[in-house]
T-cell receptor, first 115, second 115 residues
Framework: EAGVTQFPSHSVIEKGQTVTLRCDPI?????LYWYRRVMGKEIKFLLH????????ESGMPNNRFLAERTGGTYSTLKVQPAELEDSGVYFC?????????????FGPGTRLTVL | AQSVTQLGSHVSVSEGALVLLRCNYS??????LFWYVQYPNQGLQLLLK??????LVKGINGFEAEFKKSETSFHLTKPSAHMSDAAEYFC?????????????FGTGTRLQVTL
């Protein structure tokens, strides 16, 4: 079974540019989460999809961030325009809908550097 | 609100020595607790989880953790460190109450194992 995949693995952009991160969850997983780790700090929750619906987006920093999950499969996270403080590692995780204990399976992350 | 504190951002042990990584949590409801490990260039991998069953939880690779409600702790231990244990370890808490929910992470502890 393939794990959670993320693309790209690294992205370097300039301030003001747009970047789109992609996450492919494990097949059949209805729950999809985005997290972010700014260097030296904790991994922070951004948002949670159940299928194509946003269940919880309380962690989204501001309206420069837009997440979508069309058709309830893969998800994209767009940052537009990017700012210096957006640099960090963006993790995606997924879990089955019926997994009560919320074991989340994580992807390798996308390292975003905004110059 | 929930929170996790991991004491020690870096821990160094000799190969064969005891590994002890500390985690204290704060939660207003009975917590579900997790330890994840991140090896270089990989995603987070679940080591073990506490879900209100046995207080001593055994995980993969010889790790275990004990839930102590009176101390609000969930420390991770391994009797004998191996070079392959060098990685970053994250403690996390979920406010799960029957539905899938976000994880709140600590800042991580990087474990170094020396010869």
């Amino acid at each position: 079974e393939a794990g959670v995949t993320q693309f790209p693995s690294h992205s370097v952009i300039e301030k003001g540019q747009t970047v789109t991160l992609r996450c492919d969850p494990i097949s059949g997983h209805d729950n999809l989460y985005w997290y972010r780790r700014v260097m030296g700090k904790e991994i922070k929750f951004l948002l949670h999809f159940v299928k194509e619906s946003k269940q919880d987006e309380s962690g989204m920093p501001n309206n420069r961030f837009l997440a979508e999950r069309t058709g309830g499969t893969y998800s994209t996270l767009k940052v537009q325009p990017a700012e210096l403080e957006d640099s960090g590692v963006y993790f995606c995780a997924s879990s089955p809908w019926d997994r009560v204990y919320n074991e989340q399976f994580f992807g390798p992350g996308t390292r975003l550097t905004v110059l | 609100a929930q929170s996790v504190t991991q004491l020690g951002s870096h821990v160094s042990v000799s190969e064969g020595a005891l590994v002890l990584l500390r985690c204290n949590y704060s939660s207003s409801v009975p917590p579900y607790l997790f330890w994840y490990v991140q090896y270089p260039n990989q995603g987070l991998q679940l080591l073990l989880k506490y879900t209100s069953a046995a207080t001593l939880v055994k995980g993969i690779n010889g790790f275990e953790a004990e839930f102590k409600k009176s101390e609000t702790s969930f420390h991770l231990t391994k009797p004998s460190a191996h070079m392959s244990d060098a990685a970053e370890y994250f403690c996390a808490v979920s406010d799960l109450s029957g539905t899938a929910s976000k994880l709140t992470f600590g800042t991580g502890t990087r474990l170094q194992v020396t010869l």
